[in-house]
């Protein structure tokens, strides 16, 4: 390092260096920098009395090129320790206002401007999002869809004031078997109109180098508000027939009713068979094979039925990897075809099929909670009976 090119800020030198000269100090930092010698020798020589790791921030800065953008004073920078000087680089700061050429400066500057920036953003989000701009959907034109997957998600993550819902609470909320349809029954009800993002939601929702600000967000970070209406109803009323729907309507239409029972079913059977392919080391992700084997499998056994055939079928998969030494990827590849054959030979052979109970480490989702136990209230028989229209005709007779 050329100390002589260096503008030094000498009124900023610290005490331990006060008692040299500048042209002692000068020959301390050519020796430092520019030599091998020791920091404890170079100590003892200059008669310093500090100890190693206060020498160098007694250290005057020097004056860098770089101007405070809040005042134009010429920034300062601390000379960087010869072990680690990568460190003490682009740490510039203002001697006048304290300003940090860094992302994270606190200073008060960087406070009042960041202040002000979180001031018009909130400004724009809540234009952006004003309810004035929002067109409600008629209760009576939702599908039974809307109305499973709405009342779903507000039992996980309706607000304790009910205003709002809160998709953070989904941490301690389940609202689908898996993670892929809980997402994909937010997007649902957002394409679909029927929540819309409130204007409170937190400014992190909205990624601000996007291109779109604040028209892009974080589905799982914003707020949302029930953008439904019923003109005969009052904001409670309405808000405990979207969140308690009625069995009877959905019991009238038994076709639409079976195809929702089979989704559920289907997907708590993807979320078992995840649960023991990561429990044996499989690495696994269900494609159309699954699908169609999983799907057709529900037209004569139950979800907890398909659970056993899976449970078997994992284990003899992972005994048979041990066995032979095949490949991870071909043992797990075998665990769809194992379900798939004893569903098969369980039909051809008419076993009696054992039943699984819901694993503790998989309780129940809100989704299929609404639908087993308040629309086809049937409670644990919802995952141990074979879904079909007339069990839910049954029902239906019975109201």
Known sequence: MNIENIELRWNLIGNGLKELNRSKILNLLNDYYNTDKKLKGII?????????????????????????????????????????????????????????????????NCIEEEKSKRKKCRELIERTYSQENHEKILLSLLSLKDRLYLSALLRATLSEDAKEIKPIKLKENKLAPTKEMEKDILNYLIDRQIIKVAPDSPLEAFPEDGPNYPNTYYIYKVNYLINVQDENLDHEELLKRLEYPSAEEFLSAPEECLILWKEIAYQEVIEFLIYRMDAVG???????????????????????????????????????????????????????????????????????????????????????????????????NGYMKVPSKEIIQEKLEKL
């Open 44 to 108: 003892k020589e200059y008669q310093l009395n500090l100890k190693p790791t206060q020498v160098v921030k007694a250290f005057p800065p020097f004056m860098t090129e770089l101007k405070c953008p809040y005042d134009g004073a010429r920034m300062l920078q601390k000379l960087p320790s010869r072990t680690f000087p990568e460190i003490m680089t682009r740490k510039e700061y203002c001697p006048k206002c304290g300003h940090k050429n860094m992302e994270m400066c606190r200073c008060d």
């Open 282 to 380: 499989f690495k696994f992700s269900p494609g159309k094979k699954t699908r169609l084997v999983i799907g057709q499998l529900l037209k004569n056994f139950s979800a907890s039925q398909i659970w056993y055939f899976i449970y078997i079928s994992v284990a003899y998969s992972y005994q048979w990897r041990r066995e032979s030494g095949v490949s991870w990827k071909q043992g797990a590849n075998s665990v769809i075809t194992g379900i798939e054959t004893r569903g098969q030979r369980a039909i051809a052979e008419e076993w009696e099929v054992k039943s699984f109970s819901r694993n503790f480490n998989l309780p129940a989702s809100q989704l299929a909670l609404v639908l087993y136990n308040s629309i086809l209230q049937l409670g644990s």
